[in-house]
């Protein structure tokens, strides 16, 4: 399995970004995916999942209503979109599948590379 991020960069408090996440290797639509955000000198921190056929959602407090996860199995491919962005947004961000769905980071089996999103005031 391979998982490469995209979509990361600098923008403003209160602007939006989307990150994407396209997989390949087996079947995407056997796996969930997570995103997860590291801060410097910090864990690593679940923000948010998306089940398998994309019918369910799951969302860290810090993000939920801001942040929304999806996905088209069909084109391989996640998208986080992140919205009314904060400073303390600001991380590097991973996508990671497993064949289900869990908080801890540990539980998740391949991951990508990682995106930085920072926010500036």
């Known amino acids: 399995v391979q998982l490469q991020a995209s979509g990361g960069g600098l923008v403003q408090a209160g602007g939006s970004l989307t990150l994407s996440c396209v997989f390949s290797?087996?079947?995407?639509?056997?796996?969930?995916v997570g995103w997860f955000r590291q801060a410097p000198g910090k864990d690593r921190e679940f923000v948010v999942a998306?089940?398998?056929?994309?019918?369910?959602?799951y969302y860290a407090d810090a993000v939920k209503g801001r942040f929304t996860c999806s996905r088209d199995n069909a084109k391989n491919t996640a998208w986080l979109r992140m919205n009314s962005l904060k400073e303390e947004d600001t991380a590097v961000y991973y996508c990671a599948v497993s064949t289900y769905y869990a908080r801890a980071s540990t539980e998740w089996s391949f991951w990508g590379q990682g995106t930085q999103v920072t926010v500036s005031s």
């Open positions: 998306v089940s398998n056929s994309g019918g369910r959602g």
């Open positions: 290797g087996r079947t995407f639509s056997d796996y969930a």
